[in-house]
């Protein structure tokens, strides 16, 4: 079934002013993604929709290995995917803990939308489903939504970044930077937005992105954050790490050529030569 899709012309947290109509496909671990008719754009690795937002946010931002409480920061909800793969698997470590789930997306997925991507599928605890389905359908109604089940909490902040009131001190433990990739979506990969991402990350946290470019890798350094790579999700050759510590990307390859002015000589204290790329 193709489904309609409306725009707003300038928000930045959607990959074409008007992208058209899309449809649900089914990707090769049986979640399913939205996929363009008529072009090549689509949310979600088409190798595994599930595989991918696992890999690539939750364990790649070391948020899976933390003890609760759980604070994240999203930048583009989409499809809803990570949100319902990270409370999934927080519920099933920590039946008692509390996971604060802060996402934005300025213009949130129509219910049809949603629902013809079987978000069932995703997720043991069926709740979840309809927790994030009332956000989606109130987020276009309102600018702030939150709603809880059990100790998940989400929040939907239904405008641009730079005009979300999400509190300075989050404090996050993981940054998903997961809006269109730069071409589409280029106020989103600027130096100005990875500072605004920057000063909620907790000093502990990481921010995971699917993206590799160099360009979107330098904004991040530009505003202090150190810089790594790490193998792509399905047919994707790399993904970027990055936090405000070299320590905190341990095991990693850090990137040296985006960081040249910070470090000119070598390796920093308590990294490996091996991990300094």
């Given at each position: 079934m193709v489904l309609g899709y409306t725009a707003v012309m300038n928000n930045p947290l959607l990959p074409l002013a008007d992208p058209g109509p899309l449809?649900?496909?089914?990707?090769?671990?049986?979640?399913?993604?939205?996929?363009?008719?008529?072009?090549?754009?689509?949310?979600?690795?088409?190798?595994?929709?599930?595989?991918?937002?696992?890999?690539?946010?939750l364990e790649g931002s070391g948020l899976i290995a933390q003890p609760a409480p759980w604070t994240v920061l999203e930048l583009g909800l989409g499809s809803g995917l990570n949100f319902l793969t990270t409370a999934d698997a927080f519920l099933k470590q920590f039946p008692e803990g509390e996971l604060?789930?802060?996402?934005?997306?300025?213009?949130?997925?129509?219910?049809?939308l949603f629902r013809s991507l079987h978000p069932e599928r995703n997720t043991d605890f069926p709740e979840l489903v309809e927790l994030l389905a009332e956000v989606l359908v109130l987020g276009r109604e309102q600018d702030v939504v939150t709603r809880s089940f059990r100790g998940v909490h989400l929040t939907l902040y239904a405008t641009r970044w730079d005009q979300a009131a999400?509190?300075?001190?989050?404090?996050?433990?993981?940054?998903y930077h997961d809006p269109f990739g730069p071409r589409q979506n280029p106020e989103c990969w600027t130096p100005e937005c990875f500072a605004w991402v920057a000063q909620r990350l907790a000093p502990e946290g990481r921010l995971a992105t699917y993206a590799a470019a160099s360009e979107a890798r330098k904004a991040?350094?530009?505003?202090?954050?150190?810089?790594?790579?790490?193998?792509?999700?399905?047919?994707?050759?790399?993904?970027?790490?990055a936090a405000h510590r070299p320590e905190l990307l341990?095991?990693?390859?850090?990137?040296?050529?985006?960081?040249?002015?910070?470090?000119?000589?070598?390796?920093?204290?308590?990294?490996?030569?091996?991990?300094w790329a």
């Open positions: 449809v649900a496909v089914e990707t090769g671990d049986g979640s399913f993604t939205l996929k363009q008719t008529d072009g090549v754009l689509h949310y979600r690795c088409l190798q595994g929709a599930r595989t991918e937002s696992r890999y690539v946010f604060h789930y802060h996402t934005l997306d300025h213009l949130p997925l129509a219910i049809d999400v509190p300075a001190d989050l404090n996050a433990l993981a940054a991040m350094a530009e505003v202090g954050l150190w810089i790594a790579t790490r193998k792509g999700s399905g047919f994707k050759r790399e993904m970027t790490i341990d095991g990693l390859k850090l990137v040296k050529r985006v960081m040249r002015d910070r470090i000119p000589a070598g390796p920093p204290p308590g990294t490996r030569p091996r991990d």
